[in-house]
């Protein structure tokens, strides 16, 4: 049986659930998950290495590395087979609150820039 994945900090929720494709029929979709959604911003969007944003979303820099690869993947895939992308579900917990007593580790602030 495989180890529990370890819940990824997200500092918020995304203001959209998704998008979807214009002129075009969709043909399917694809579903990205709130931590995915977390590594795009922080690396392609806030700039940060891949260092930062695992200390930010307290886990290893080789977790960050395989999420943001799906994540971009998933990005690919939505855009170029025109399908609709929805943005939900994970493994997660909220910057700020704790996931009651299974809590073990916090989320850690964000580095000062």
Do not use: N, W
Not at 8 to 31: L, N, Q
């Amino acid at each position: 049986m495989p180890r529990p994945k370890r819940p990824r900090c997200i500092a918020s929720e995304p203001a959209i659930k998704g998008f979807k494709p214009r002129g075009t029929e969709e043909t399917g979709e694809v579903i990205l998950s709130l931590e995915e959604f977390e590594a795009l911003r922080l690396i392609d969007y806030e700039g940060m290495d891949q260092s930062g944003a695992a200390e930010v979303m307290d886990v290893s820099r080789q977790t960050v590395g395989r999420v943001l690869k799906t994540a971009r993947y998933k990005m690919a895939e939505s855009l170029v087979t025109a399908k609709r992308l929805t943005v939900q579900g994970g493994c997660y917990q909220m910057r700020g609150r704790g996931m009651g007593r299974r809590r073990r580790h916090g989320c850690r602030k964000p580095p000062e820039l």
